[in-house]
Nanobody, 116 residues
């Protein structure tokens, strides 16, 4: 059974940083691309970033390019999202997603809220 457990959310100061983590289990983590998506209050789900299974290639939405960094540790079955230069519009529920081009599973989400 696929399990994705996000952590690391909280209050984010404008210009500040947070690092989200997603612990994966129930599948061969190193065989799958992984992604992050987010849902802002009252809005639909939007893709944020993806990383290939072999860590070699990363992808970013224009809204976060240059500020967010996705990474993964296949030995720890964990994917990360480092969020720098936080903006109020980054406030959202952030979901860890199994897959890159196809959504195979997702977690419960971790909330990131602008503190201003």
């Amino acid at each position: 059974q696929v399990q994705l457990v996000e952590s690391g959310g909280g209050l984010a100061q404008p210009g500040g940083s947070l690092r989200l983590s997603c612990a994966a289990s129930g599948f061969t983590f190193s065989s799958y691309g992984m992604s992050w998506a987010r849902q802002a209050p009252g809005k639909g789900l939007k893709w944020v970033s993806s990383i290939d299974n072999d860590v070699s290639v990363t992808y970013y939405a224009d809204a976060v390019k240059g500020r967010f960094t996705i990474s993964r540790d296949n030995a720890k079955n964990t994917v990360y999202l480092r969020m720098n230069s936080q903006k109020p519009e980054d406030t959202a529920l952030y979901y860890c997603v199994q897959g890159r081009l196809t959504i195979l599973g997702w977690g419960q989400g971790t909330q990131v809220t602008d503190s201003s």
